[in-house]
């Protein structure tokens, strides 16, 4: 086995400093040492469900961005010293409809998480990329672009491809007319890919509190949701609503947004939601979901980003701040991604 350090639950929203044991190699294995790992909300929501008399541990962390310390013998597309990024999926079956068609995120049995999941080949729980070191399959690293930096880049990987899946998929492009629901840390990224790929975007936000920011990323336009009139006047206006609000809320006002045989798309609230079947009847609109990528669309997504120049927008912390990070995050108080530094584990 292999040894590192890294943060590990140690109560409902805190971690403690300890070793880790990491695989040796296997022949298809990267040993990546983790320069920059994102803090996403859904390691909150793991630390707060965590029990800590469970047998297994829990290391969150499943957007980071490193570099190869080591290779097994069968690797071929990456050396020592190469720049990687990786994502909240490290595996599959591999022999499914979905992986197969290069949908691992929706592998018949489920694909290995980052952390929390099953390793296929020995049954350890995996334990994520809080840590200076993680091992990982060749196929489900990725080569990070030279023009992207590696802490801004980090949440790419999960925040990122998270809502590239449902832009790429929707055909989002020139004259497009696509809304973002909520500017938070999938938010943001949303804006600027749609700006990017062409689209007239807007932000869809509780206020106006963040109509600069808006801009500043590209949207033309910011539409307050509490504000009836504004609602009204945008009815019917958009080909693709992006909804990244991460809680509970009514869907029935967004629909109303979206244009005929358009699409309102979930990838922020991932619980029971419930509608009138008129609202979608009326314009004969869609209601989709999505979540994380595959690995061609996660490829292709880095490579995009660093064509246009798109990364998070982050605060970067030492990964001894950690707690207050999830702190911080527990409150909203990030604009628009927290990442840690690793480098203090040394």
């Known amino acids: 086995m292999r040894t590192t350090t890294g943060w590990q639950a140690a109560g409902p929203a805190a971690l403690r400093r300890t070793s880790l044991e990491r695989r040796d190699l296997r022949p298809d294995d990267l040993a990546v040492r983790v320069d920059y790992c994102g803090v996403c909300h859904t390691d909150l929501h793991a630390l707060g469900a965590h029990d800590q008399d469970a047998k297994s541990p829990l290391v969150p ?31 599959s079956c591999g022999a499914c409809a979905m992986c197969e068609a290069g949908q691992e995120n929706f592998c018949h049995s489920f694909p290995t998480l980052t952390y929390g999941g099953t390793d296929r080949h020995d049954g350890t729980t995996t334990l994520g990329g809080y840590s ?32 590239w899946e449902p832009l790429h998929a929707l055909g989002v492009g020139p004259g497009s007319r696509v809304a973002v629901a909520g500017l938070g840390g999938l938010g943001h990224l949303a804006v600027k890919m749609a700006v990017a790929l062409g ?81 979608l009847l009326v314009g004969r609109k869609k209601l989709s979901s999505a979540g994380s990528g595959g690995r061609p669309a996660t490829a292709e997504m880095l490579r995009f980003c660093a064509a246009h120049g798109i990364a998070a927008d982050v605060e970067v ?6 707690d207050t990070a999830l702190d911080r995050l527990g409150r909203n108080d990030v604009r628009y991604r927290f990442v840690l530094d690793m480098s203090d584990l040394d």
């Open 61 to 91: 962390g499943h957007e980071f961005t490193g570099t190869v310390t080591a290779t097994g013998p069968e690797v071929t597309a990456f050396s020592v010293g190469d720049g990687v990024a990786v994502g909240n999926i490290i595996d």
């Open 132 to 163: 200076r070191e993680y091992v990982v399959r060749e196929a489900f690293a990725y080569a990070l672009p030279a023009g992207l930096d590696p802490a801004a880049a980090a949440p790419l990987m999960c925040a990122g491809v998270t809502v």
């Open 199 to 279: 689209a007239t975007t807007t932000v869809i936000s509780r206020t106006g509190d963040k109509r600069d920011d808006a801009r500043r990323l590209g949207a033309q336009a910011l539409v307050e949701s509490t504000d009836s009139g504004q609602m009204e006047a945008a009815r019917d206006s958009f080909d693709v609503i992006i909804d990244t609000v991460s809680a509970p809320h009514d869907l029935a006002p967004y629909l109303k947004l979206v244009a005929m045989d358009g699409t309102l798309s979930i990838v922020g609230h991932l619980g029971p939601v419930s509608i009138e079947a008129m609202d």
């Open 317 to 322: 912390l030492p990964s001894a701040q950690v």
